[in-house]
């Protein structure tokens, strides 16, 4: 079964990369994070570093100086990406439903069906 994970923040969350760890023994499992415009994923978490076998899709991002935790998405890019989550996954989770990426992909997902 083919599983992407959609982690909201810059920092990986805890939940997320432990549920793709022990998942990745008997599935395919993806996670697709925000980095900051210009600069690499945030793996300064000892629960960042994932096993090799868990593809990581990312997307850059801005965020606003007020709100730290709420990457804005700033290219058409994430579109592409997301049509090929949507196309080669069986199950898309989200940590939550608050953040402005996951709202947009709430819209993408209507729209893509």
């Known amino acids: 079964m083919n599983i992407t994970y959609i982690n909201p923040t810059y ?19 993806t996670i697709f994070i925000p980095r900051k415009i210009f600069k690499p994923i945030d ?30 998405p700033i290219s058409p890019i994430i579109f592409s990406k997301l049509y090929n989550i949507f196309k080669n996954n069986d199950i898309i989770h989200m940590w939550t439903y608050s953040y402005i990426v996951n709202f947009m992909i709430l819209i993408y997902a209507n729209i893509f069906k």
């Open 43 to 72: 793996n300064s978490l000892h629960h960042s570093k994932l096993p090799k076998k868990i593809k990581i899709i990312d997307y850059p991002t801005i965020s606003l100086p007020i709100i730290y935790e709420w990457p804005i």
């Open 11 to 29: 920092l990986m969350r805890r939940p997320i990369s432990e549920l793709a760890e022990k998942l990745s023994a008997k599935h395919k499992i």
